[in-house]
């Protein structure tokens, strides 16, 4: 059974940073496109970074040069590193992981990152 398990969120200040990680249980996580959604109360899901299987990456305008995304497939695991953060940051992030054939999407259960003073 696929599992995507998020960690590193928590409460920070405006201006600072935050490492996100998420590890999964997929069983070829190279063949897998990964991305970090977030959502806030009352708002839709936005997708905020996705890194291909072949390392490329797109951000969300809200986060580019402030987010960077990235991969270690012999850890099976995904990363957010987030700088310069902003009390508009403030959500439940979650990774997902979609086949870059058949598309099917796996989910975490998200993790909260607050940013307040």
């Known amino acids: 059974q696929v599992q995507l398990v998020e960690s590193g969120g928590g409460l920070v200040q405006p201006g600072g940073s935050l490492r996100l990680s998420c590890r999964a249980s997929l069983s070829i996580f190279s063949i897998y496109h990964l991305s970090w959604y977030r959502q806030a109360p009352g708002k839709q899901r936005e997708l905020v970074a996705t890194i291909t299987s072949l390392t490329e990456t797109t951000y969300a305008d809200s986060v580019k040069g402030r987010f960077a995304i990235s991969r270690d497939d012999a850890e099976n695991s995904v990363y957010l590193l987030m700088s310069s953060l902003k009390p508009e940051d403030t959500a439940v992030y979650f990774c997902?992981?979609?086949?870059?054939?058949?598309?099917?999407?796996?989910w975490g259960q998200g993790t909260q990152v607050t940013v307040s003073s």
């Open positions: 997902s992981a979609e086949h870059i054939l058949n598309k099917h999407t796996y």
